[in-house]
């Protein structure tokens, strides 16, 4: 695990996309919970801390993709933790719907990674909307940042000036907006983004990529123009 704060890790080695810990000892929530595969690295690394798929109350899903919620059924199967998610997202990550993409090209190319990357539906427990403040000890405040997925969601602590920015905002070899193949809308996506830039913001953990450990806001405003 790597240590973003006192209370919060990042999960090391995952295939594909980030995982984040939230740890105030008697609660500990999921930012995201990876693809399937890298579910014994989660196991493996909360052992490591001297705790169990079992500890974890909440799990927060940034969207639907399978990177991101394709642990999500079996660790709530396992911990009976509360599952939290944008209400526009829900139905696609319960099943129910699926996302639908201008580009035809996109969506048949999704429809691929879906069936190579599947994950099981599960229940939303909690729907969220922009701005609210989440009812777990963290007190995370919601972005609704869609473009990427319709119901993308950010999440940030202000007392930490930690910004989770789920999709919407990677660090590979260098910080960069989600743009093309893998988004909705790719104008709305950054019009999104444009709200961080009104955050007091120290740390960024990204979806895909190294977390930003100092300056985070600096970085976004020389990446947004702000």
């Known amino acids: 695990m790597t240590r973003i704060d006192e209370h919060v890790f990042q999960f090391d ?3 594909i996309g980030q995982v984040y810990l939230v740890d105030e000892g008697d609660r500990n929530t999921l930012i ?10 989660l196991q493996s690394q909360l052992s490591g801390m001297g705790k169990s798929i079992n500890d974890i109350d909440y799990i927060v899903l940034t969207h639907c993709h399978s990177d991101h919620c ?3 059924a079996r660790i709530k199967e396992m911990s009976h933790a509360t599952i939290i998610a944008h209400e526009t997202e829900a139905a696609f990550i319960a099943g129910r719907d699926h996302i639908r993409y201008r580009k035809r090209g996109r969506s048949l190319l999704w429809s691929v990674i879906n069936l190579l990357f599947r994950s099981r539906p599960v229940h939303v427990d909690n729907v969220v909307h922009d701005g609210d ?4 000890p963290c007190k995370l405040e919601v972005l609704h940042t869609p473009g990427h997925t319709p119901g993308s969601i950010a999440l940030y602590h ?5 910004l989770f920015t789920g999709d919407s905002i990677w660090n590979h ?14 104008e709305e996506m950054m019009e999104s983004v444009k709200k961080y830039l009104d955050l007091d913001i120290e740390k960024i953990c990204v979806g895909h990529g190294r977390s930003i450990l100092e ?8 990446l947004l123009g702000g």
Do not use: H, S
């Open 32 to 41: 995201d919970t990876g693809i399937p595969v890298d579910f014994k690295k």
């Open 70 to 72: 394709g642990n999500a």
């Open 158 to 162: 202000a007392d930490k000036k930690i």
């Open 13 to 15: 080695g995952l295939r």
């Open 215 to 222: 300056n985070g806001g600096e970085q976004l405003k020389t």
């Open 133 to 136: 403040k989440l009812d777990i």
């Open 173 to 186: 070899k260098t910080l960069k907006v989600a743009q093309g193949f893998y988004n909705t809308d790719d």
